[in-house]
């Protein structure tokens, strides 16, 4: 997995930097099912004026595109909350390509009964 750091990041120091990769395996475990080299994260890391800390996260796989923005004063809660908001969505997605699979097998068994 191909993980990108965008503006922002260049402030960021080594173990900042491994905290963000340790989270970014979740994502990788969950979406382990696409090829590995076809798989992107993105993070954009920004601090305001007002010391608020603004992550940007988005995983990129083929067909979808998970993006998340979450603020917090502290870096590793921003980081906290965008992880899980983009776990949270790709479970979603995941459910409902599942849930859409599921139906139109349904489907095509009732169609081929009559």
């Known amino acids: 997995m191909e993980i990108k750091y965008l503006s922002g990041a260049s402030k960021l120091n080594e173990s900042e930097k491994g905290y ?8 990788k ?3 382990g ?3 590995p080299n076809l798989l992107r994260a993105e993070f954009e ?3 305001d004026k007002s010391g608020f800390w603004q992550i940007v996260m988005s995983a990129v796989i083929p067909g979808s595109k998970f993006r ?5 004063k502290d870096m590793r809660k ?3 909350s965008a992880d899980e908001a983009l776990l ?3 479970r979603r997605s995941k459910e409902k390509k599942r849930d ?4 139109r097998k349904k489907a095509s068994e009732v169609a081929a009964d009559l």
């Open 20 to 27: 963000i990769e340790k989270k970014a395996q979740k994502t």
């Open 100 to 103: 859409s699979l599921r139906r």
């Open 29 to 31: 475990k969950l979406l």
């Open 33 to 35: 099912e696409h090829e």
């Open 88 to 90: 949270k969505k790709i």
């Open 45 to 47: 890391i920004r601090q």
């Open 78 to 80: 921003a980081i906290d």
């Open 68 to 72: 998340v923005e979450k603020k917090d």
